[in-house]
């Protein structure tokens, strides 16, 4: 089943019990922002998941499978 990107984001990052600062550490992004990419209300660049993906040690498209595609 496919989670939306903050749900999948979210689900893998307690799978590893990762908090969202270390998470913020191994990324170098800010816990804030990244409890606004979990919440849903930020879309992180295609380079942001490239690093949340190495983070996490998940291919990118785990994450990027949850992100609508608006056209």
Same mark, same amino acid.
């Given at each position: 089943m496919?989670?939306e990107?903050h #749900?999948?984001?979210r +689900?893998? !990052?307690? @799978? !590893?019990?990762?908090?969202l600062?270390?998470?913020?550490l191994k990324t !170098?992004?800010?816990?804030?922002?990244l409890?606004?990419?979990? &919440?849903g #209300? @930020?879309v992180p660049?295609?380079? #942001?998941i490239?690093?949340?993906s190495?983070?996490?040690?998940?291919? &990118?498209?785990? +994450?990027?499978?949850?992100l609508?595609?608006s056209?």
């Amino acid at each position: 089943m496919k989670h939306e990107f903050h #749900t999948q984001l979210r +689900l893998l !990052r307690e @799978e !590893r019990n990762m908090s969202l600062e270390d998470l913020s550490l191994k990324t !170098r992004i800010g816990a804030g922002k990244l409890e606004q990419y979990e &919440a849903g #209300t @930020e879309v992180p660049s295609v380079q #942001t998941i490239l690093k949340l993906s190495n983070a996490l040690e998940v291919p &990118a498209s785990n +994450l990027l499978d949850g992100l609508q595609v608006s056209s």
